[in-house]
C-alpha cells in the first residue's frame, strides 16, 4: 500500500513569493492534516480536515495561508506571500476514521523542506 | 509553557545499551500518547501508542504512561544502531490535534 504522498520534497523561494504544496494521503483515509515542523522542534498542527471539511484550522495564519481538499482526497498548501519565517518543513498526515470514535493513527509524508531566502 | 515537554537531547548510547526517553505533559484531558520516530529527512512513524495510564511493550520496546505523574516514558533495550533517530512525544484527547514534544536526537554508536 502506498503511503502519504507528497510533492515538491525541497522548494527554494525568494520572499515574497507564492509557494503551494501538494498532498495525496493514504487511500480510503478521509482525515487530512497539515503541519509544519520547524528545525529542532516536533510538528505543529496548521489544519485538519475530515472529508472536504476543514474542521480545525485555529493555527492556520489565514492572512497568507491557505488550503483546499478537492473532493475529499487530495489537498494543496499555499503561502503567499511567503516570508523568511515560513522555512521550515512541511508534513501532510492523513488518518481513517473509525465509529465509534477510537484514536486514529496518523500516517506521516516524507514531508516539504521550504528554504525561504 | 507547552503542553508537552520534551528534553531535545542530544542522547548518546553505546550499541546495547538501555535507552530511556521521557516528557512531561500538562493537559489532564489528554487521553492518548504517542511515541514517533523520525530519522533524518523523513516524516514521523508512529512507533508506539498508549492508551491512559499503563505500560506496553512491542519487542525491544516499551513505553509507560503515568497519568498521576503525567509523564511519559519510552525505553529502548538492546539498543542498535539502526536506532539513532529524533524520537517524539505525542499527546491528544481523542478527535482532537496531536501536541508533539520537541523531540529527542539519539544516537546510537557501534
Known amino acids: 500500500e502506498a503511503g502519504v504522498v507528497q510533492s515538491p520534497r525541497y522548494k527554494i523561494i525568494e520572499k515574497k513569493q507564492p509557494v503551494a504544496f501538494w498532498c495525496n494521503p493514504i487511500s480510503g483515509h478521509n482525515t487530512l492534516y497539515w503541519y509544519r515542523q520547524n528545525l529542532g522542534q516536533g510538528p505543529e498542527l496548521l489544519i485538519r480536515?475530515?472529508?472536504?471539511?476543514?474542521?480545525?484550522d485555529s493555527q492556520l495564519p489565514k492572512d497568507r495561508f491557505s488550503a483546499e481538499r478537492l473532493k475529499g482526497v487530495d489537498s494543496t498548501l499555499k503561502i503567499q506571500p511567503a516570508e523568511l519565517g515560513d522555512s521550515a518543513v512541511y508534513l501532510c498526515?492523513?488518518?481513517?476514521?473509525?465509529?465509534?470514535?477510537?484514536?486514529?493513527?496518523?500516517?506521516f509524508g516524507p514531508g516539504t523542506r521550504l528554504l525561504v531566502l | 509553557q507547552k503542553e508537552v515537554e520534551q528534553d531535545p537531547g542530544p542522547l548518546s548510547v553505546p550499541e546495547g545499551a538501555i535507552v530511556s526517553l521521557n516528557c512531561t505533559y500538562s493537559?489532564?484531558?489528554?487521553?492518548?500518547f504517542m511515541w514517533y520516530r523520525q530519522y533524518s529527512r523523513k516524516g514521523p512513524e508512529l512507533l508506539m501508542y498508549?492508551?491512559?495510564?499503563g505500560n506496553k511493550e512491542d519487542g525491544r520496546f516499551t513505553a509507560q504512561v503515568d497519568k498521576s505523574s503525567k509523564y511519559i516514558s519510552l525505553f529502548i533495550r538492546d539498543s542498535q544502531p539502526s536506532d539513532s533517530a529524533t524520537y517524539l512525544c505525542?499527546?491528544?484527547?481523542?478527535?482532537?490535534?496531536?501536541?508533539f514534544g520537541k523531540g529527542t536526537t539519539l544516537s546510537v554508536s557501534s
Open positions: 480536515y475530515e472529508n472536504e471539511e476543514a474542521v480545525d
Open positions: 498508549t492508551y491512559s495510564s
Open positions: 498526515a492523513s488518518s481513517l476514521d473509525d465509529y465509534p470514535r477510537g484514536q486514529e493513527t496518523q500516517y
Open positions: 493537559n489532564s484531558a489528554f487521553q492518548y
Open positions: 505525542a499527546a491528544n484527547q481523542a478527535g482532537t490535534a496531536l501536541i
